[in-house]
């Protein structure tokens, strides 16, 4: 997946399951879009369905401290590096 | 310091209605909410009892996302009573969030059927299933799931009390709630309860024996409380809510009062978990009585638990006898709707302060011929125009909880 694939679909969730629209990129979520943890752990199963893989608890941790949509796309790219393209 | 404690508010979602105005005319006329069991492919074709008190109109839930996330089916009814309820008093959001408004709420066991989604998982044998297991799922089934999500939905930082009683759930939710404003603890109370549509319900009444079978294809004649050809209980679901209020707190405001609260007894049969208990009963409305400060023969009308089992409607005939004689007017509005287990309190609740306010008492649905073992009592068997000033809510429980609420017109 591209950046540009993974931020579309990143949006599309926020739009659907969190109905949050076009937030800002750089957007702390939780302060502009009241996205709180509960939301987070929602957006971790997404994710999981989006590489079609399950993230380990240390995988999962890694994204507690994740704050704007960037960020998120960052991770899906380091998790999609190791889910989608194994070594 | 004894406060007396005023309703301010009341609302409902029955199997016959979800306005005043709906419940009212199902009142008057007669109507059942009782409708066949819906298919359930894991339950439904063990199960002998094929009726169900159903809510099978569409509400019009208009929550945000931020709080529906957190929410099972029992949780959407009661924020919905809630929601009305606060806005039928008009409180300012100011007292709202103050810490003075406290929230007494519960179900019997949260959301049944986000706890079979779970259960689903669980069994699966599957790590991908086990993981789908949501971040919400335990909110939307803890048993304190319906006073939480109001509190969050409107801010409220009060105290919480979350009775999980089975059948006297929600009428303890109005005594604890009575007495917590009544010892100054809180100005207001928002007290109620509610159950969600489930079938595994209907399936452990079932396998007690205690369930309705005879009216499978005619569910609109079942329940029949005190009624010879009576054959069990049906379960229901719905939410009723009240708001409490310290009557001085109230009355300065200029609330609309619709009735004050004068007595609440609980207490416990001490013995068996599932028979009835005439004794433990009695002793339950004696306290009430007491604790209302009134004589029995001021009592006007007892909306009696009366589920239409066997034992159950002769105990409670019984111990209605034994204290009050024949004086009361006694009805048994669960023939109008079933069983609706957490709310049946507070439901039966909200429909004598409509009957105390309209001046009627509606009959015991499908009391065709009132069995013999409880006779003794005054029941109501056609529309009655009678002006209330003093009407008891009894309920009572598996576990052997026993509650009795007294309520006052106001004037």
């Known amino acids: 997946m591209t950046r540009q694939e993974i931020q579309d679909k990143i949006l599309k969730i926020f739009s659907e399951e969190f109905e949050i629209e076009n937030p800002d990129l750089d957007d702390d979520l939780r302060d502009v879009h009241e996205f709180d943890s509960i939301d987070a752990i929602e957006l971790l199963g997404e994710i999981e369905k989006l590489l079609d893989s399950q993230l380990t608890q240390d995988e999962k941790k890694q994204a507690m401290g994740i704050r704007t949509i960037n960020q998120i796309c960052d991770y899906v790219e380091s998790m999609a590096s190791v889910h989608l393209n194994p070594a | ?411």
């Open chain 2, 1 to 411: 310091m004894e406060r007396r404690v005023v309703i301010t508010a009341a609302s409902a979602i029955t199997p016959i209605g979800h306005t005043r105005e709906e419940i009212v005319a199902g009142l008057e006329n007669g109507v059942s909410g009782v409708k066949k069991l819906r298919e359930d492919v894991e339950l439904a074709e063990f199960i002998h009892s094929q009726v169900f008190g159903t809510v099978d109109y569409d509400i019009d839930f208009d929550f945000k996302r931020k709080y529906r996330k957190t929410m099972g089916p029992v949780a959407y009814y009661a924020c919905q009573v809630a929601k009305e309820v606060i806005e039928k008093t008009g409180l300012k959001s100011e007292f709202i969030t103050s810490g003075r408004l406290g929230v007494a709420f519960g179900s019997i066991h949260g959301s049944p059927t986000v706890q079979r989604g779970i259960y689903r998982c669980f069994s699966s044998g599957s790590s991908r299933e086990f993981a789908a297991i949501g971040a919400v799922d335990y909110l939307k089934s803890m048993v304190h799931t319906t006073a939480v999500n109001i509190t969050k939905m409107f801010g409220i930082t009060g105290r919480v009390i979350s009775s999980s009683t089975a059948c006297t759930t929600s009428s303890q939710s109005i005594g604890f709630g009575y007495e917590t404003v009544k010892y100054g603890l809180q100005d207001a109370m928002l007290c109620g309860g509610a159950d969600e549509y489930d079938t595994a319900t209907v399936a452990v009444f079932d396998n007690l024996l205690a369930c309705s079978t005879d009216f499978n294809d005619t569910p609109h004649l079942t329940p029949r409380p005190f009624d010879v050809r009576r054959d069990g209980l049906v379960v229901g679901e719905g939410a009723g809510a009240v708001m409490l209020e310290e009557y001085e707190f109230a009355r300065k405001r200029g609330a609309d009062i619709l009735a004050e609260v004068i007595g609440f007894a609980c207490n416990n049969n001490g013995g068996d978990m599932i028979l009835p208990n005439a004794r433990g009963v009695s002793a339950a409305i004696r306290i009430g009585i007491d604790n209302a400060g009134i004589s029995p023969d001021e009592v006007d009308f007892i909306c009696a638990h009366a589920t239409a089992t066997k034992m159950g409607d002769v105990v409670e005939a019984q111990a209605i006898d034994r204290i009050y004689g024949d004086n009361p007017y006694v009805s048994g509005l669960k023939s109008y709707m079933g069983h609706t287990m957490a709310a049946c309190g507070a439901i039966e609740m909200v429909l004598t302060l409509y009957m105390m306010q309209d001046g009627f008492i509606a009959p015991t649905l499908n009391l065709d011929e009132i069995d013999k073992r409880c006779a003794m009592v005054r029941h109501v068997t056609g529309l009655l125009e009678k002006n209330i000033r003093i009407a008891t809510i009894q309920n009572f429980a598996f576990g052997g909880v026993n509650t009795t609420l007294f309520i006052k017109k106001f004037e």
